[in-house]
């Protein structure tokens, strides 16, 4: 069973800093681009950022490009988002997802349950 | 970047209603158009890709068309647990993007 378990949320002060972690099992991990995306309270999905299988190729939503940074250790199964210079707006629930890739584009076909971002001063 | 527009934002049905959802870019993205429910407080579940094929286990009573800049997602016969909240998604650019969502309630 495909399984994306995410770790990291909490409460942190505008301008902090915070590292997200999506721990992979059920699949081959290191097979698989990966995704973020968040939805802040009351609203829709946003996508932040992807990476591909071999990190070569790394992309972010204009919202978070320079301020977060995407990553992932395929030997520890795991996918991060650093994420720096946090604003108010940026509270959400960020979920890391898995790419099917099946030659459509990026269909997310796996969700983690999603860890709770807050900024807050 | 490519926007995504969700008609209507919300619609009330019952139980073994048809309900159509229509999601419209603002470019054409040929058929690369996905679809997912999410219910309060859950992760997204993906019901649809590439505009009209089914995800594995997903119910048959979802089905998905369109091509270019129109899309619709059909619920031939609504179901107690289909009440949740709709999103299509582009996946034509890298860059991707969501709809603003459906909310189907219970009439």
């Keep these: ?121 | 970047d490519i926007q995504m527009t969700q008609s209507p934002s919300s619609l009330s049905a019952s139980v073994g209603d048809r309900v159509t959802i229509t999601c419209r870019a603002s470019q054409s993205i040929d058929n690369y158009l996905n679809w997912y429910q999410q219910k309060p407080g859950k992760a997204p579940k993906l019901l649809i890709y590439a505009a009209s094929s089914l995800q594995s286990g997903v119910p048959s009573r979802f089905s998905g068309s369109g091509s270019g800049t129109d899309f619709t997602l059909t619920i031939s016969s609504l179901q107690p647990g289909d009440f949740a909240t709709y999103y299509c998604q582009q996946s034509y650019i890298t860059l991707l993007s969501f709809g603003g969502g459906t909310k189907v309630e219970i009439k």
């Design chain 1, 1 to 121: 069973e495909v399984q994306l378990e995410e770790s990291g949320g909490g409460l942190v002060r505008p301008g902090g800093s915070l590292t997200l972690s999506c721990a992979a099992s059920g699949f081959t991990f290191s097979g698989y681009n990966m995704n973020w995306v968040r939805q802040a309270p009351g609203k829709g999905l946003e996508w932040v950022s992807s990476i591909n299988s071999r990190s070569n190729y790394i992309f972010y939503a204009d919202s978070v490009k320079g301020r977060f940074t995407i990553s992932r250790d395929n030997a520890k199964k795991s996918l991060y988002l650093q994420m720096n210079s946090l604003r108010v707006e940026d509270t959400a629930v960020y979920y890391c997802a898995r790419d099917a890739d099946r030659g459509y584009g990026p269909d997310l076909d796996s969700w983690g349950q999603g860890t709770r971002v807050t900024v807050s001063s």
